[in-house]
């Protein structure tokens, strides 16, 4: 079954902790994306990567991280994650880059 | 001013009703338009792609007007089952989508 799978769903963590959302693809897909959505504000984009070892920030890259060493891995790394990173957060997948994405189910982050 | 802006309702319908949803974008050199569904707090999936002479699928028609740049939404005989966020999305062709905050239709019995 075609699947975006990240992990984990729900997390709570404390300033300045860092802390790893994985997201896997088994479509081989080379896009994919990873989005916050805040309420009042939709999806904004953080990173995308086209390909492996390509990554190019999105919209709202400030302090976030990522990483595409394989085609089906695109982890979303907070270094020192701070409140205002406390959102819902979306990765995405898609073959010819935006034409339809695919996206795991979320992880809602909350950070004291 | 938001880069694409949609009405957040919500639209309050009764079953069988049509109703219509627009969004507005603000590059025009934007080239790609979709309409995505999201059920409460789950994963946005694709509705539909949106093209330059309108397209149908069903109940739904999405239309582009690029002289006012605007996209619509048009949902005949609402369904409860389309209660739901229904996200407006633009792309300038690259890899770099851009989301509106949605437009919230609730469909009622």
């Known amino acids: 079954e075609a699947q975006v799978t990240q992990n984990p769903r729900y997390l709570i963590t404390v300033t300045g902790k860092k802390l790893t959302v994985t997201c896997s693809q088994n479509m081989n897909h080379e896009y994919m994306s990873w989005y916050r959505q805040d309420p009042g504000l939709g999806l904004r984009q953080i990173y995308y990567s086209m390909n492996v070892e390509v990554t190019d920030k999105g919209d709202v890259p400030e302090g976030y991280k990522v990483s595409r060493k394989e085609k089906r891995n695109f982890p979303l790394i907070l270094e020192s994650p701070s409140p205002n990173q406390t959102s819902l957060y979306f990765c995405?997948?898609?073959?010819?880059?935006?034409?339809?994405?695919?996206f795991g189910s979320g992880t809602q982050l909350s950070v004291l | 001013r938001k880069e694409v802006e949609q009405d957040p309702g919500p639209f309050n319908v009764p079953e069988g009703a049509t109703v219509a949803f627009n969004c507005t974008y603000s590059?025009?050199?934007?080239?790609?338009f979709f309409w995505y569904r999201q059920d409460c707090r789950k994963e946005p999936k694709l509705l539909m792609s949106v093209y330059s002479s309108g397209n149908e699928d069903g109940r739904f028609t999405a239309q582009l007007n690029r002289a006012s740049q605007y996209i619509s939404l048009l949902i005949r005989d609402s369904k409860l089952s389309d209660s739901a966020t229904y996200l407006c999305v633009v792309s300038t062709g690259g890899f770099k989508t851009i989301f509106g905050a949605g437009t919230r239709l609730f469909v009622k019995a």
């Open positions: 995405a997948t898609g073959t010819g880059g935006v034409e339809k994405l695919f």
């Open positions: 590059n025009s050199a934007s080239q790609s």
